[in-house]
């Protein structure tokens, strides 16, 4: 059965910084791409960023552009984001998700999401 | 930078079937993905590469796309298919997700 488990969203004040953790089981990490997608509570969805398979290609929303950054650790099946420069508008629920298709985080649809993990973003 | 517009909601009998579009600049060049949400719950997939259905999801839901406009089709509406519905496409370097529609059932 195929998991992915958030963990690290809390409150922040507007600059302050934020690690996400997703550990997935289930599948084997290392062939898929993987992706933060994130969810003001009561609005629609919006991908965040995205990860291929090893680590060496890597997209951004133009919201999060040289602010947050993606990275994995196949060894310890986990993906993270790093967030930086938060903004009161980066506050919104994130899930962890996985591609359907092997390898990249482009050419597939999510096939499984996590439950999230909230981050809050307030002075 | 790709713009898809989804109706806010749409209404619809049980056993009727309910249309959800999403429309985009030439997007029936694009696959097209849809996503179903429920209260409290993470989305699921319904419907990928247009009008693909993953392993559980019923006949009933079923995509088309040409033009400017992708279709996600319910047919024999039943009152578990209340839900949020989100159309997906990749715009080049970027995931890009329709505003959603709530689907209500009568």
Known sequence: ?123 | SNVLTQPPSVSVAPGKTARISCGGNNIGSNSVHWYQQKPGQAPILVISYKSDRPSGIPERFSGSNSGNTATLTISRVEAGDEADYYCQVWDGDHWVFGGGTKLTVL
């Open chain 1, 1 to 123: 059965e195929v998991q992915l488990v958030e963990s690290g969203g809390g409150v922040r004040r507007p600059g302050g910084s934020l690690r996400l953790s997703c550990v997935a089981s289930g599948f084997s990490f290392d062939d898929f791409g993987m992706s933060w997608v994130r969810q003001v509570p009561g609005k629609g969805l919006e991908w965040v960023s995205g990860i291929n398979w090893n680590g060496d290609s890597t997209g951004y929303a133009g919201s999060v552009k040289g602010r947050f950054t993606i990275s994995r650790d196949n060894a310890k099946n986990s993906l993270y984001l790093q967030m930086n420069s938060l903004r009161a508008e980066d506050t919104a629920m994130y899930y962890c998700t996985k591609e359907l298709a092997r390898w990249d985080y482009s050419n597939s649809p999510i096939d499984y999401w996590g439950q999230g993990t909230l981050v809050t973003v307030s002075s």
